[in-house]
Nanobody
């Protein structure tokens, strides 16, 4: 499975961006896909995820601003980011894994496949 992330860029605070992550290859029917981010000098942190059931999870700092969704026909997951803040500046990574239970959805180690990062820069 290969993941191709896109959609990053330079925006101003308050603007919106939509990230896309297209998966090629076969994911099982019990897959989950997620977004993580990593700022310079920081650890990689969970942002959002969507399980095969459609259940979504978000880290507290993005709730109400970010929305994760998917297009099963296109094997693509999206991260709609609204009301962006300078602290959202990071490299964003998409990830996928099979059979990830809900209690592990925010753990990077639970995901098997990773895409290349896409840089999001939010200026103040």
């Amino acid at each position: 499975v290969q993941l191709q992330a896109s959609g990053g860029g330079l925006v101003q605070a308050g603007d919106s961006l939509r990230l896309s992550c297209e998966a090629s290859g076969r994911l099982s029917n019990s897959y989950a896909m997620g977004w993580f981010r990593q700022a310079p000098g920081q650890e990689r942190e969970f942002v959002a995820a969507i399980r095969y059931s459609g259940t979504t999870s978000y880290t507290d700092s993005v709730k109400g601003r970010f929305t994760i969704s998917r297009d099963k026909a296109k094997n693509t997951v999206y991260l709609q980011m609204n009301s962006l803040k300078p602290e959202d500046t990071s490299v964003y990574y998409c990830a996928a894994g099979n059979g990830i239970i809900l209690s592990s959805i925010s753990r990077a180690g639970a995901y098997t496949y990773w895409g290349q990062g896409t840089l999001v820069t939010v200026s103040s």
